[in-house]
C-alpha cells in the first residue's frame, strides 16, 4: 500500500515540476507548481512528518501561491513568445546540464554507503515512555523542538520575514515620480515625520495598497 | 519504501528545477523554479529525519520552507517594481544593472 500511494505521489510531483518548467503560459506553471506542492506534501506525509505536511499545504499551496497568481494576473500572464535568443541550442545545453546533475546528486546521495539508506527509516513502533508519547512529526513535537533546542533559530526566521514583508512593501510602492508630494520615502519614515502623515491619512494609506484613482 | 527512492525522487526534482531556471526566460516562471529546488531539498531534509527517526531535520525544513516564504515576497516585489518602470518582463533584456 505505501509503494502504490509512494509511486502515485512521486509522479505527482515529478509530473508538476516538468509541467513548471515546461507550460509557456505562466498561468499554467504556477498551476503545476500547486499539483507539485500538493504530490510532495503527500510523499511528507508518507515519511511521518505530518506538521510539515500541513505547513506545506497551508503556507505554500494556499498563501505563496495565490501570491502568486495575483502578481501573475497583474503583470500579465501572455504566453512566452518561442524561438528567440539561445533558442534550440541553449535548450539542449540545459538538458544535458540537468541530466548530468541528477546523475551527480544520484552518486553522490546512493553512492554515500550510508547503512540507513536501504532501509525504511528508524523504528517508530517500538519506542516506548516519554517519546512515544510526543511522537514523530506531530506539531507538539515541533513546537517543543521549536522552543526548547531552535529557539534562535525560531526567533531569527521571525526576524527575517518581518525584514522581507518590509522590504517588499518598500519595493512594490508606487513610484510615478519624485516630485509627487505623498511619495514615502526610508529617510521620512526614519527622520519621523509624523506630522505631514497625519495630515493625509487617506493618501498615504493609498501608497502602500496598489495604483491610486487619480 | 526505502530511503533511496525519496532521496532520488528529490534529486530529480532539483535537476527539474535548475533546468527550469536555466531555460526560462520570465522571472516569475524562474522564481517557481528555484520554488522547485527548494522543495527538493525539503524532501531530502524530511527523508533523512525520518531516516534518523530525530525531528531535527524537519525543523530544518521549516526554516527552509520560512526562507523561500520570504524569497518569494522580495522576488514578487521586484518584479512588481520592475513592471511599473515600463520595463520588459524578461531576463534577457534586463541585463543592464543601471536601470
Redesign the interface.
Known sequence: M??VL?FLA?IG??AG??G??ALRN?FY??LA?VC??LA?AA??L????E??AA??VV??AG??MV??VF??A???GQD?PLG??GGAG??L???L???A??VE??IA??GSG?S?????????AGVTGEAADRG??TAA??GR??LT??LV?FEV?SL??L???V??????R???GLEDPREISVADVMRGSGGTRIDAPKESMLEAGGPANR | MSMQWYLVVSALIFSIGAAGVLVRRNPLVILLCIELMLNAANLALVAFARMHGNGDGQIFALIVLVVAACEVAVGLGLIVAIFRRRLPIDVDELRGLQG
Do not use: C, D, N
Open positions: 505505501a509503494e509512494f512521486a510531483a515529478v515540476a516538468v513548471t518548467v505562466p506553471a504556477v507548481l507539485h506542492l510532495l510523499l511528507f508518507l515519511l511521518r512528518a506538521f510539515v505547513a506545506q503556507v505554500y498563501a505563496v501570491l502568486y502578481v501573475v497583474y503583470v500579465g512566452e528567440r535568443a541553449l535548450r545545453a540545459s538538458a546540464f540537468a541530466g546533475l541528477f546528486l544520484s546521495v546512493l550510508l540507513a539508506l536501504g532501509t525504511e527509516g528508524a523504528p517508530l514523530f512529526g513535537e515541533m523542538l521549536f533546542k531552535f533559530a526566521a527575517l520575514l525584514i522581507a514583508a522590504g517588499a512593501v518598500i519595493l512594490a508606487r513610484r510615478s
